[in-house]
């Protein structure tokens, strides 16, 4: 009988680690995501064009990104598809604003 428990426990705890580790997982994605939306809408607002450049090259591959230029001000959106222990892909995104530097605009 403490054979089929210790299992079950056993069983219970693989999951739940695979579980923690697939929201972990998640979490990195869009903290990555987040710093690439935020650095790639602050140099696009700069008007430097090498820095952004650096920042999208920084941006992981396969990653969607978007740059609007509206009348304010720059908006950037990074969306990544994750893949969550090969149970599944699950799409992260962040976005970022950030207003012109005073000389520049759209």
């Known amino acids: 009988?403490?054979?089929?428990?210790?299992?079950v426990g056993l069983?219970?705890?693989?999951?739940?680690?695979v579980?923690?580790?697939g929201a972990s997982l998640l979490g990195v994605a869009q903290a990555t995501?987040?710093?690439?939306?935020?650095?790639l809408a602050r140099q696009a607002a700069?008007?430097?064009?090498?820095a952004f450049a650096e920042a999208r090259a920084r941006v992981p591959k396969g990653a969607r990104?978007?740059?609007?230029?509206?009348?304010?001000?720059v908006q950037a959106s990074v969306t990544l598809s994750v893949?969550?222990?090969?149970?599944?892909?699950?799409?992260v995104s962040a976005r970022?604003?950030?207003a012109y530097e005073p000389g520049i605009g759209p």
């Open 65 to 73: 990104i978007e740059v609007a230029r509206e009348h304010l001000g």
């Open 19 to 21: 579980g923690l580790v």
């Open 83 to 91: 893949p969550v222990l090969k149970l599944g892909v699950v799409d």
């Open 96 to 98: 970022a604003w950030a």
């Open 1 to 7: 009988m403490v054979a089929v428990e210790l299992c």
């Open 11 to 17: 069983l219970l705890a693989v999951v739940l680690t």
């Open 33 to 39: 995501a987040a710093e690439a939306s935020a650095q």
């Open 46 to 50: 700069r008007g430097d064009d090498e």
